[in-house]
């Protein structure tokens, strides 16, 4: 069993940054493939970010360039910077993990946050 619990959301102005992070409990961490969703309103979840147990990164191309997700697993914690903020990006963002990367890209990832919403408006 794995607890996620996502923090740093909130209100930023166009262009501005923020840092989510979400910390796990329950199992060992560094088995575990991560990643961030984010789901707005009235649109379909989207798959945001995933890193490796090896450390690799992807990127869904709208946020190419602006974020970037880390993890620090002597802390159990996963990152994701977010510059250049645009309104597009208000969601509820969702941190995500699995064993197995191809259940975590699937969306069928075995554990999920609870989710913070981040929104962009001036």
């Known amino acids: 069993q794995v607890q996620l619990v996502e923090s740093g959301g909130g209100l930023v102005q166009p262009g501005g940054s923020l840092r989510l992070s979400c910390a796990a409990s329950?199992?060992?961490?560094?088995?575990?493939?991560m990643g961030w969703y984010r789901q707005a309103p009235g649109k379909q979840r989207e798959l945001v970010a995933t890193?490796?147990?090896?450390?690799?990164?992807n990127y869904v191309d709208a946020v190419k360039g602006r974020f970037t997700m880390s993890r620090d697993n002597a802390k159990n914690t996963v990152y994701l910077q977010m510059n250049s903020l645009k309104p597009e990006d208000t969601a509820v963002y969702y941190c995500?993990?699995?064993?197995?990367?191809?259940?975590?890209?699937?969306?069928?990832?075995?554990?999920w946050g609870q989710g913070t919403q981040v929104t962009v408006s001036s």
């Open positions: 995500v993990a699995d064993r197995r990367f191809d259940e975590l890209i699937a969306g069928t990832a075995d554990y």
């Open positions: 329950g199992s060992i961490f560094s088995f575990y493939a």
């Open positions: 890193i490796t147990r090896s450390k690799m990164t």
